[in-house]
């Protein structure tokens, strides 16, 4: 069996991939780890996918600030010059959507170079597509989770895990 997992930024790809390398999987499951630039387009039909989804507001702010730090702790990589620009312009996150909606042409025109410059906010949902074509791959879905239920959801996938591995009379 063939799982794809693929990774769309700000939804906690990075920790899946992460508990996939700590857990053993069954016997012929290999999982394949894309990076950001795979779309579900990419995932040949009849292979299995696996992605995680977050709230539209939380994965805004969490990638302005993600960007605004340069991704550290974990990762350190420099502005790019429309970054450097953004962030000297808009402090917040808050700063920068409310300009989103300003009266001032210029101003709006400057939050919208910003959303387009700013690495984690400037991608969108593509790896999906459009909402009929994620549907019509429904039967390769192994499994979509959500950011924000992923400590419920770690919690029950090892609470199957201690059970599993015990003597089989108590299976």
């Known amino acids: 069996m063939?799982?794809?997992?693929?990774?769309?930024?700000?939804?906690?790809?990075?920790v899946l991939k992460h508990a996939l390398d700590?857990?053993?999987?069954?016997?012929?499951c290999v999982v394949l780890q894309h990076g950001h630039e795979n779309r579900l387009r990419d995932v040949p039909p009849g292979h299995l996918a696996i992605f995680l989804l977050r709230d539209t507001l939380t994965r805004?702010?969490?990638?302005?600030?993600?960007?605004?730090?340069?991704?550290?702790?974990?990762?350190?990589?420099?502005?790019?010059?429309?970054?450097?620009?953004?962030?000297?312009?808009?402090?917040?996150?808050n700063d920068l959507a409310r300009t989103l909606s300003s009266p001032d042409d210029a101003d709006r025109e400057r939050a919208r170079d910003a959303m387009g410059a700013i690495q984690h906010l400037c991608s969108t949902l593509t790896w999906l597509e459009s909402?009929?074509?994620?549907?019509?791959?429904?039967?390769?879905?192994?499994?979509?989770?959500?950011q924000e239920t992923l400590n419920e959801d770690f919690e029950v996938s090892e609470a199957k895990?201690?059970?599993?591995?015990?003597?089989?009379?108590?299976?």
Not at 22 to 28: F, K, W
Not at 131 to 146: C, V
Not at 161 to 171: C, F, K, L, N, V
Request: charged share 20%.
């Open 2 to 14: 063939v799982v794809h997992l693929l990774h769309i930024r700000k939804t906690g790809g990075t």
């Open 22 to 28: 700590t857990h053993q999987l069954p016997n012929g």
């Open 131 to 146: 909402d009929t074509y994620l549907r019509s791959r429904l039967p390769d879905m192994f499994y979509i989770g959500f």
């Open 60 to 93: 805004f702010v969490s990638g302005f600030y993600c960007r605004q730090r340069k991704g550290w702790p974990r990762y350190n990589p420099k502005w790019t010059p429309g970054e450097s620009t953004a962030f000297e312009r808009f402090q917040s996150p």
């Open 161 to 171: 895990d201690r059970s599993a591995s015990g003597p089989p009379a108590e299976r």
